[in-house]
């Protein structure tokens, strides 16, 4: 006698032991096991609602399902491959517990409206409790800002020296990146909030259902108004990778910084003993294995969204088997994002220290400040492209001479343009050079502290 498969009894023969573990995907949809059971408690509520089962009937599959439910949490439930999927293992279940009435529950469905239904549930949630983790990692940048106003770190463009920085500016840069993957994910939840549950196969069902009533007790904000994309849209989860993506590519940007800082060369943070590893060989070496791991998975999510798109880019309508792959992607996108959010928030939050007289030295220790000089002339009058190319030839010549700006004479100054005078020493000063740039959104210290108090009254207030 076969065993019990999802599909009707038109085979004669049970599938090949290798071809139905190839074809199973129990082991890694029981993911969706509580989004299965919410959905099906709302879908026989519906059938009783509409009459199309009795009310009793109705009442003994709710009971069912919250058996189940319990079941599953007390670890008495773990179906086996031979289960194939999530919605099969529990429709079986159901029918042990309840009886031939558990048979009715799939009336009016399909397991492709149903599994849709049962990952934009999932993905709903995960996106909130998300957005709720970056936003956690953003009070921890606005307290270590609020910290940093006035510390200095050297700005860099094509990883050369530039301009020195507010620190705060620095890290308040990170916290901007975050707001917009706060933000984005949020308009993405939008669009997974939509019901696909009644679509059934593809076509809609013949009987009287009322998406309507299954969407309130779901709190979808609304149906799929076409059963074909009901069933074969996949976008939600790929804006939903997009969207990962970027955060890990945030986190990985910030995670080279961290690996940089931490370096003998930079030398801008040491790293705790609570964030850090050692060598098994070298006992002098503290690795910065947080930021390297997060970095690395950057492309673990990266890769998952393009195997998304490749994979959905040439699926004729409507349901195809390809989109079991799907799953597997999504879940571990929502894991590796949700780890690396929460182990970047300890490591910026507790797990390393900003080296104060070793950043005084950096922004002390090179030519940052020759913009300034530029500035200083023209705000003298000197046409800025003619300040620019006489502060060149200085820079020139004090890498010559093996001096800085700030060892020049006033005598040499001088030299170079009479428009010098003594406040030059102020005007190239690295605290001057920062508090200086006071336009709206620099990083000037009032910029910063206003800017510090925006983003505290945004984050705070959601």
Known sequence: ??????????????????????????????????????????????LAHTGIISSVEGEDLVAGLEQIRSEYREGKFNPSIEAEDVHFAVERRLTEIVGD?????????????????????????????????LRGFQIVLLNLAQDNIETLIPGYTHLQRAQPLSLAHHLLAYLEMLERDWIRLGEIRERVNISPLGCGALAGTTFPIDRQYTARELNFSGIYTNSLDGVSDRDF????????????????????????????????ITLKDNCATGSSIMPQKKNPDVPELVRGKTGRVCGHLQALLVLIKGLPLAYNKDLQEDKEALFDSVKTVKACIE?????????????QERLLQAVAEDFSNATDVADYLASKGVPFREAYNLVGKVVK?????????????LEEWKELHPAFEEDIYQAIMPTQVVAARNSYGGTGFEQVRQALQEARTRVIAE
């Open 343 to 355: 182990a970047m928030t300890i490591l910026l939050g507790e797990g390393l220290e900003f080296r």
């Open 101 to 133: 009435v558990g048979k009715k529950l799939h009336t009016a469905r399909s397991r492709n409206d149903q599994v849709g239904t049962d990952t934009r549930l999932y993905l709903r949630e995960q996106i909130e409790q998300i957005r709720t983790l």
């Open 397 to 409: 010549t004090c890498l010559g001479a093996g001096k800085l700006l700030n060892d020049l004479s």
């Open 237 to 268: 989860a790929i804006e939903f990778l997009c969207a990962a993506s970027l955060i890990m590519v945030h986190l990985s940007r910030l995670s080279e910084e961290i690996i940089l800082w931490a370096s003998q060369e930079f030398g801008f």
């Open 1 to 46: 006698m076969t065993k019990q498969t999802p599909w009707s009894q038109r085979f004669e023969s049970a599938l090949h032991p290798a071809i139905a573990r190839f074809n199973a995907s129990i082991s890694f949809d029981i993911e969706l096991i509580e989004y299965d059971l919410i959905g099906s408690i709302a879908h026989a509520k519906m």
